[in-house]
């Protein structure tokens, strides 16, 4: 019966034996299948967040792709005009540039006859100058000597008219009364011929300025327009810029609010996940925290121990579990700040919070050994600024690691400090065990860092978002001052090419003004001369009676005089004969300078400035070969236009093909993985019926073992000969045997 009951004993040890090493084993198969299944969870998560995003960009692709092919056609309407317009141009260009060569020709031949004439003047003017000259200066000597012979006739005929000196003297003297008020007269007439003599040439000058301006002005007319054009194309060359600068901004703006989109989702899904996480009143009053923060500065308040901390990996789970609640609570500089947060919490209705003031935390340092094989403190694991340290270890200076919970229970119990598993498990100093399987996926601390990290790029796009509409707003000035630019460039362009012909009126009239103002200048200097020569010879004439009156009366002429007389009357016949003949030399030549004059600036300039209007006009060849240079380089632009769009829809077509490529990759990694899971599921139920069936086959082993042990005890003592002696039993037989022996007492 001992040998029966032995080898049941050992039979059923080694079933329970059998049954631990399976459910090892099975554990081992849980936790890697657990921590595939979690794995698998988090690639799909983040494969969720990587084809959210892509589906954005593969929106914002094709937004762009149509808005390609729009401006493909706008550009492509653009083209058909330009070239219908160049068509138009070149059809036009042989009949233009025909006329344009006899135009030419033309206006070659009028130049040469204005420089005829003009070499004509040049040698026309000295000599005409000097014959007035001379005509001058014989006009004086004529003018002085008919003076001294009339004044000498006057003397002669006073001589028999008076009787006596005083009635000659009286008369002399009335005569040079009289010549003082005509001197005065004429004085004063001369000094006003004088000033507008002076106004004239001031005029003439003047004239003779604009003229020259405008001459020069209508002269450069051709390059004067191509300059203009070259402005308007460079002002239409920045607009475009400006344009292009604006759409890609545009596209910009549509990326950064469709990837605002999808952050913004993912920080209402991280946050609401974060929430499911702790309690109701905790989240609602980091949430209000956070809406303070925003609202304004808090002096005083530097944030959650979970924002000052940094965990390593490894420690992650014993960290969380060992602070619990206490990771969120707020590190303040002192009471008097969580006093003013918690009245303003609770005037808000915002939840709550627990406070860590560093002015009241005393935390103890145990010392803890650091060298010790199975204990490691946890805080010198950790990262943090020494600033916060007593708030630190308010939280975790008890808390210690240990490889097993037999040695938490131990050095809970020596060094009275909280004694974790890496797994998280806890044992008290008084033999309290707690812990179990902790999923990672719903860790804390990875929650809290996913919302910041949310939140951080949810406000980096947002800060994008509103930089970029500041951009857009300064680029939509930039646009429209560029706009204002073009048309003022335009509006130069068409006035430049239509102000040549009322410049050209203009350059007549002054021209008509400039010859009216000389002529005016010729008369008022002859007025002049002649005044002078009055005012001179008024002059003699009264020196000539006062040495008359300063003289004897005498009933005639000297003798002298006589002589004079005579001299003089010979004189002024020769000079007149002088005068008559110079005067025709000065208006022989005057008659040439004139033709020459009226031919140049009446017939000759005006036809050259009418030629010139043709060549140069909004009509002209220069103004069409200037159209027609605008529209060629307005077609090559609008060439690279087009083929730069074709590039960017080449490019945009390859992105999408990629995306979608890579969202059809992502859409079969998510099914395998979704697939794998579902197996993972079903073969984790399959064990977890398996480990419970092994349960129970453990409990009823261990229930039969007992009872064996139970019925070995009540053998009592057994022989020393029994190994030896039973030892080759057959144990089935013995068994049989047994069931069989109170069948055949009976």
């Not at 340092?365 to 308010?394: C, E, W």
């Not at 500041?470 to 130069?492: C, F, G, I, M, N």
């Not at 008509?512 to 002529?519: E, F, G, I, P, T």
Request: charged residues 35%; proline residues 2%.
């Amino acid at each position: 019966m001992w040998t029966m009951k032995s080898r049941e004993e050992a039979d059923l040890e080694e079933r329970i034996e059998n049954i631990d090493m399976l459910e090892n084993q099975g554990r081992e198969m849980r936790e890697n299948n657990e921590a595939i299944f979690v794995q698998n969870e988090a690639d799909m998560s983040q494969i969720e967040t990587e084809v959210n995003k892509q589906r954005g960009d593969l929106e914002v692709l094709q937004e762009d792709r149509v808005q390609y092919e729009n401006d493909r056609k706008s550009a492509t309407l653009e083209k058909a005009k330009i070239e219908l317009e160049l068509k138009a141009l070149q059809d036009g260009q042989s009949s233009a540039q025909q006329a344009k060569r006899s135009r030419d020709t033309q206006i070659k031949s009028i130049q040469q006859q204005i420089r005829t004439r003009e070499a004509e003047l040049k040698r026309i003017l000295p000599q005409y100058t000097a014959k007035q000259e001379e005509e001058e200066a014989v006009r004086s000597q004529l003018l002085e000597a008919e003076g001294q012979r009339k004044r000498l006739e006057e003397k002669q005929g006073r001589t028999a008219f008076y009787s006596n000196k005083r009635q000659r003297d009286d008369a002399l003297r009335a005569q040079i009364e009289e010549a003082n008020g005509d001197l005065s007269r004429r004085k004063a007439v001369l000094m006003t011929t004088n000033e507008e003599i002076t106004e004239l040439q001031s005029d003439i000058k003047r004239l003779e300025g604009e003229i020259a301006e405008l001459r020069s002005t209508i002269e450069s007319e051709g390059d004067a327009g191509v300059s203009l054009a070259a402005k308007v194309e460079k002002a239409k060359d920045a607009q475009k810029a400006l344009y292009d600068e604006q759409t890609s901004l545009f596209r910009e703006q549509n990326r950064v609010t469709t990837q605002l989109s999808n952050a913004q989702d993912e920080l209402r899904k991280a946050e609401g996940f974060f929430s499911r996480l702790l309690d109701h009143g905790t989240s609602r009053g980091l949430e209000s925290l956070r809406r303070y923060q925003r609202d304004g500065a808090l002096p005083g308040v530097h944030g959650t121990i979970a924002d000052l901390l940094q965990v390593p990996e490894a420690y992650r789970t014993v960290a969380e579990n060992a602070a619990e609640g206490a990771l969120f609570n707020v590190v303040v500089d002192d009471d008097n700040v969580s006093s003013k947060l918690i009245d303003r919490l609770i005037k808000d209705k915002g939840g709550r919070l627990t406070f860590i003031p560093l002015n009241r935390i005393h935390a103890p340092d145990l010392n803890l050994p650091t060298n010790k094989g199975d204990m490691q403190p946890l805080l010198p694991k950790l990262r943090y600024d020494d600033r916060y340290d007593a708030a630190i270890r308010h939280v975790f200076a008890k808390i210690v690691v240990c490889p097993t919970l037999d040695a938490c229970k131990s050095n809970a119990k020596q060094f009275n400090v909280r004694a974790y598993t890496p797994d998280g498990d806890n044992a008290s100093r008084k033999g309290q065990y707690r812990g179990g399987f902790h999923d990672p996926t719903k860790s804390k601390i990875n929650a809290y860092q996913k919302v910041i990290e949310c939140r951080t790029q949810f406000e980096e796009l947002q800060q994008r978002k509103n930089d970029i509409a500041a951009e857009v707003d300064e680029k939509r000035q930039q646009l429209t001052a560029a706009q204002s630019e073009v048309r003022r460039r335009e509006h130069e362009k068409n006035k430049g090419e239509n102000s040549y012909g009322p410049m050209r009126e203009e350059l007549r009239v002054k021209q008509k003004a400039l010859q009216d103002s000389r002529d005016d200048l010729t008369r008022k200097q002859r007025t002049a001369s002649d005044l002078q020569s009055a005012i001179n010879q008024l002059g003699a004439q009264q020196s000539d009676w006062e040495a008359e009156i300063a003289s004897d009366f005498k009933k005639a002429l000297s003798q002298d005089e006589e002589q004079m007389l005579v001299t003089l009357t010979s004189t002024v016949q020769d000079l007149r004969r002088q005068n008559a003949r110079i005067k025709e030399e000065r208006a022989t030549l005057q008659t040439q300078k004139v033709e020459a004059e009226l031919d140049l600036n009446e017939n000759l300039q005006p036809e050259l400035d009418n030629l010139l209007a043709q060549q140069g006009g909004a009509g002209g060849s220069n103004s069409q070969s200037t159209r027609l240079k605008g529209c060629e380089r307005a077609l090559e632009a609008v060439n690279r236009t087009i083929a730069d769009i074709d590039q960017q829809i080449q490019e945009t077509d390859a992105q999408i093909e990629e995306i979608q490529t890579q969202l059809g990759e992502l859409e079969q990694s998510r099914a395998e993985k979704e697939a794998s899971n579902r197996q993972l599921a079903k073969a984790m139920e399959k064990q977890e019926q398996q480990m419970s069936k092994k349960d129970t086959d453990r409990s009823r082993f261990t229930d039969q073992l007992a009872d064996v042990k139970r019925d070995i005890r009540n053998l009592g003592t057994l022989p020393e000969d029994v190994n030896r002696k039973y030892s080759r039993w057959d144990t089935t037989k013995v068994w049989v045997l047994c069931r069989c022996l109170p069948q055949a007492l009976t």
